[in-house]
């Protein structure tokens, strides 16, 4: 799975799987990230060894993970994680990060919209986020993707300071979340250029 596409300034950029040849550029890009992002982050990836684990995951069949670059440098990176034996099998949750430079590009939709497309492969009904509490920008972004609040936990999370927050569970139906997108994908200016 490859696709470039074209974001709303012209620009493009390729998306697609996470390799294991990933780990020093995945890295650097975490790294790369101001810590006002990264301490929201669910775990620490500021090592190798903690990248290389994501990887595992992606071989494990746990996770699809997939980056967005520009060039050999990562400017964004995106999971699907699931459940395949368990009582939640038919839920996926979607974990997305955007570079600064990249953010308001339209790449957050782009990189949704694949993982949309992975979560179809993988048979699941229903999409999850967990946000904490502070990320009001990250709650807009999936709320106008037609995500739902379903719950809110008071100071249920602590970000990579140790600083607790409120954990936010949002939720959308696949189904929904591909007519949309798809629909938004035909009206824009935007999309997949192959």
């Given at each position: ?88 099998e038919h839920v996926g949750e979607i974990r997305l990060i955007v570079a600064r ?94």
């Open positions: 799975m490859e696709h470039t596409v074209t974001l709303k300034d012209g620009s493009e950029v390729l998306i697609r799987e996470l390799t294991a040849d990933d780990v020093d550029r995945s890295l650097a890009f975490f790294k790369a990230l101001p810590e006002e992002d990264r301490i929201f982050l669910r775990r620490p990836v500021e090592t190798k060894e903690s990248v290389i684990r994501r990887v595992r995951t992606m071989e494990s069949g746990f996770a699809r993970r997939l980056v967005a670059t520009v060039g050999k440098k990562i400017v964004a990176d995106g999971a699907l994680e699931l459940d395949p034996d368990g009582w939640s430079d990249y953010q308001g590009k339209g790449l957050g939709q782009l990189m949704a919209f694949e993982l949309y497309r992975l979560a179809n492969i993988e048979k699941v009904e229903e999409i999850i986020v967990r946000i904490m509490g502070p990320q009001t920008g990250v709650q807009r972004m999936f709320e106008k993707m037609g995500f739902r609040r379903e719950a809110e936990l008071h100071d249920y999370v602590k970000d990579m300071k140790g600083v607790k927050h409120d954990l936010v569970l949002m939720r959308c139906r696949l189904q929904e979340l591909w007519l949309r997108m798809e629909d938004e994908m035909t009206t824009s200016d935007w999309r997949p250029t192959h």
